[in-house]
C-alpha cells in the first residue's frame, strides 16, 4: 500500500462555488417565475470573447502546424524568445526594467503560484493574507507547511503591512487583492520590499490584475519598486489581462538577483532552481497559444484588450457608484473587477448570499469563502454585461433604499 501525502487531510473542503450553485440552483426550483430573473454577479471568469489580433495570431500559429518546414514540436520549456521579448517590452511600456531571460511563459499563473513551492524547504514563516485568493494557502497546506495569516480588514483597507517585530521567510501578496479589489501603492510595497529585504525574505507578488491599474501612481509591477529584483518573484497571466482563461497563458518573473544560501553555505539562485524545475515537471506552454499571447502585447492587443477591461471597468463603476449612494462601505472597484462590500446590517455573508438571492434574484460571492476575514463581507464582479449590471444594481438600490 502507498503512503499518502496525509497533509492533503488538512485541507479544507471548498464548498464555495458548490454551495452558491446549489442554493441558486434550489431557489430557482421552488421560484420559477423568479428564478428566470436571476443575474450573476458572482462570475469569476471573463465573458468577453478573444480579440481580433489574437484569433489572427492563433489561427497563424495552427497553419504553421501544417506544414513540415514550418511545423513546431517541443519548445523551450522558458517560452519562445519571442513570446518573451514581448513580455519585457511591455514591462519596459509600462515603466519597468525586465531582463527576457527572466521570464518563464506557463500555462497561467494558477500553476506557477502553486508549484512555485517547490523551490522552498520546510521550517520557514510563511505570511498569507487573509481574505486572499485560497491556492496560496492550499498549496502550502498540501506541502506540510504552516501558514501565518496577514489580517486583512477594515482598519487597513484589506492591505495588510509588515509588521517589523516578526521575522518572516515567504511572504504571498496579490494586489490589485482577489477578492478585496485592493491595491497597494507604491510607499506600500516599498515598505514590504524593505521588509523583506531585512529579514532576507522573498516576496511572492500575484500582479494577475495588473492591466487593470489604470491610476499611473499606483505600481502595476513589484519590480516597478527599488530593490525588489532583490527579493521578489512576480506571477502575471493573460486570463484577466487578455481574455485567456479558456487559453490558458501566464508569465513569472524570477530575476537573477534573487539569491539565497543553502545551510551549507553554497549561494543558490532561484532563477536557476524555477529553471531547472520547469525543465524538469514542465515541458513548454503550446506554441499555437504564444503566437496569441505575443501579440497581446502589441500595440493594437494592448488597445483591444484595454477595450475588454474598460467594460468591465464601467460595470465595476455602476456597483461602486450604487454602493457609494447607499453609503455602504465598500473597497476596490477602480482598479479591479471586484467590489468587496461589508454586509449591511451586520449580516454574515451567507445571510446576505440569501437575503439578495430571495429578495432581488442577485448572486455574488461570499466573503467567506475567501477567509476567515471575510465572513462579514461579499464580493460582486464586473464580468457580466453592463445591461445585468445596472439592472442588478438598480435592483439592489431599491432593496437597501427601503431598509
Ligand atoms: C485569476 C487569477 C489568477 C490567474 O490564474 P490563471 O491560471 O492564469 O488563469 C492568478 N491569481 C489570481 C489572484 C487570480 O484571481
Same mark, same amino acid.
Given at each position: 500500500?502507498?503512503? =499518502?501525502?496525509?497533509?492533503?487531510?488538512?485541507?479544507?473542503?471548498? $464548498?464555495?462555488?458548490?454551495?452558491?450553485?446549489?442554493?441558486?440552483?434550489?431557489?430557482?426550483? &421552488?421560484?420559477?417565475?423568479?428564478?428566470? &430573473?436571476?443575474?450573476?454577479?458572482?462570475?469569476?471568469?471573463?465573458?468577453?470573447?478573444?480579440?481580433?489580433?489574437?484569433?489572427?495570431?492563433?489561427? @497563424?500559429?495552427?497553419?504553421?502546424?501544417?506544414?513540415? @518546414?514550418?511545423?513546431?514540436? $517541443?519548445?523551450?520549456?522558458?517560452?519562445?524568445?519571442?513570446?518573451?521579448?514581448?513580455?519585457?517590452?511591455?514591462?519596459?511600456? !509600462?515603466?519597468?526594467?525586465?531582463?527576457?531571460?527572466?521570464?518563464?511563459?506557463?500555462?497561467?499563473?494558477?500553476?506557477?503560484?502553486?508549484?512555485?513551492?517547490?523551490?522552498?524547504?520546510?521550517?520557514?514563516?510563511?505570511? /498569507?493574507?487573509?481574505?486572499?485568493?485560497?491556492?496560496?494557502?492550499?498549496?502550502?497546506?498540501?506541502? %506540510? !507547511?504552516?501558514?501565518? $495569516?496577514?489580517? %486583512?480588514?477594515? %482598519?487597513?483597507?484589506?492591505?495588510?503591512?509588515?509588521?517589523?517585530?516578526?521575522?518572516?521567510?515567504?511572504?504571498?501578496?496579490?494586489?490589485?487583492?482577489?477578492?478585496?479589489?485592493?491595491?497597494?501603492?507604491?510607499?506600500?510595497?516599498?515598505?514590504?520590499?524593505? $521588509? *523583506?529585504?531585512?529579514?532576507?525574505?522573498?516576496? =511572492?507578488?500575484?500582479?494577475?490584475?495588473?492591466?487593470?491599474?489604470?491610476?499611473?501612481?499606483?505600481?502595476?509591477?513589484?519590480?516597478?519598486?527599488?530593490?525588489?529584483?532583490?527579493?521578489?518573484?512576480?506571477?502575471?497571466?493573460?486570463?484577466?489581462?487578455?481574455?485567456?482563461?479558456?487559453?490558458?497563458?501566464?508569465?513569472?518573473?524570477?530575476?537573477?538577483? =534573487?539569491?539565497?544560501?543553502?545551510?551549507?553555505?553554497?549561494?543558490?539562485?532561484?532563477?536557476?532552481?524555477?529553471?531547472?524545475? &520547469?525543465?524538469?515537471?514542465?515541458?513548454?506552454?503550446?506554441?499555437?497559444?504564444?503566437?496569441?499571447?505575443?501579440?497581446?502585447?502589441?500595440?493594437?492587443?494592448?488597445? @483591444?484588450?484595454?477595450? !475588454?477591461? &474598460?467594460?468591465?471597468?464601467?460595470?465595476?463603476?455602476? /456597483? *461602486?457608484?450604487?454602493?457609494?449612494?447607499?453609503?455602504?462601505?465598500?473597497?476596490?472597484? /477602480?482598479?479591479?473587477?471586484?467590489?468587496?462590500?461589508?454586509?449591511?446590517?451586520?449580516?454574515?455573508?451567507?445571510?446576505?448570499?440569501?437575503?439578495?438571492?430571495?429578495?432581488?434574484?442577485?448572486?455574488?460571492?461570499?466573503?467567506?469563502?475567501?477567509?476567515? !476575514?471575510?465572513?462579514?463581507?461579499?464580493?460582486?464582479? *464586473?464580468?457580466?454585461?453592463?445591461?445585468?449590471?445596472?439592472?442588478?444594481?438598480?435592483?439592489?438600490?431599491?432593496?437597501?433604499?427601503?431598509?
Amino acid at each position: 500500500m502507498p503512503r =499518502l501525502n496525509e497533509h492533503y487531510l488538512n485541507l479544507k473542503e471548498s $464548498y464555495l462555488f458548490s454551495e452558491i450553485a446549489h442554493r441558486t440552483a434550489a431557489y430557482a426550483e &421552488q421560484n420559477p417565475q423568479k428564478g428566470a &430573473q436571476i443575474i450573476r454577479l458572482g462570475i469569476g471568469d471573463v465573458t468577453k470573447p478573444l480579440g481580433k489580433v489574437v484569433l489572427k495570431a492563433l489561427h @497563424e500559429g495552427v497553419d504553421a502546424m501544417s506544414t513540415a @518546414e514550418t511545423f513546431k514540436g $517541443y519548445g523551450p520549456e522558458q517560452g519562445y524568445e519571442a513570446t518573451r521579448n514581448a513580455i519585457a517590452a511591455y514591462y519596459k511600456k !509600462n515603466g519597468v526594467e525586465v531582463d527576457p531571460g527572466d521570464i518563464f511563459v506557463s500555462d497561467g499563473a494558477k500553476s506557477d503560484t502553486g508549484n512555485i513551492t517547490d523551490l522552498f524547504g520546510p521550517g520557514n514563516v510563511i505570511l /498569507i493574507p487573509d481574505p486572499v485568493y485560497p491556492v496560496y494557502v492550499d498549496t502550502n497546506i498540501m506541502c %506540510g !507547511n504552516e501558514v501565518t $495569516y496577514l489580517e %486583512g480588514n477594515a %482598519g487597513n483597507q484589506f492591505l495588510p503591512m509588515p509588521d517589523p517585530g516578526v521575522h518572516a521567510d515567504v511572504i504571498y501578496l496579490c494586489s490589485p487583492n482577489n477578492p478585496t479589489g485592493a491595491c497597494y501603492n507604491k510607499a506600500q510595497l516599498k515598505e514590504w520590499v524593505d $521588509y *523583506a529585504l531585512s529579514n532576507d525574505a522573498v516576496i =511572492l507578488f500575484d500582479s494577475a490584475y495588473e492591466a487593470f491599474v489604470s491610476d499611473p501612481e499606483l505600481p502595476r509591477s513589484i519590480f516597478a519598486i527599488e530593490g525588489a529584483k532583490r527579493c521578489a518573484i512576480e506571477f502575471c497571466s493573460l486570463s484577466k489581462t487578455a481574455g485567456f482563461t479558456g487559453t490558458r497563458c501566464g508569465y513569472t518573473v524570477v530575476p537573477k538577483e =534573487l539569491k539565497f544560501r543553502a545551510s551549507d553555505g553554497t549561494e543558490m539562485s532561484l532563477n536557476a532552481m524555477w529553471n531547472r524545475r &520547469q525543465c524538469t515537471k514542465f515541458n513548454g506552454t503550446s506554441y499555437i497559444v504564444q503566437k496569441g499571447a505575443e501579440v497581446v502585447f502589441s500595440e493594437e492587443g494592448i488597445r @483591444e484588450c484595454q477595450e !475588454n477591461i &474598460q467594460y468591465y471597468k464601467k460595470n465595476a463603476k455602476v /456597483i *461602486a457608484d450604487t454602493l457609494s449612494r447607499l453609503q455602504i462601505p465598500f473597497f476596490g472597484g /477602480i482598479n479591479s473587477p471586484y467590489i468587496w462590500f461589508e454586509c449591511p446590517d451586520g449580516m454574515d455573508s451567507w445571510t446576505c448570499f440569501d437575503y439578495l438571492l430571495t429578495n432581488i434574484q442577485v448572486v455574488g460571492t461570499p466573503g467567506a469563502g475567501f477567509g476567515e !476575514n471575510g465572513k462579514n463581507y461579499f464580493r460582486l464582479t *464586473a464580468f457580466n454585461t453592463y445591461e445585468k449590471t445596472v439592472e442588478a444594481m438598480e435592483r439592489f438600490e431599491k432593496l437597501f433604499a427601503s431598509l
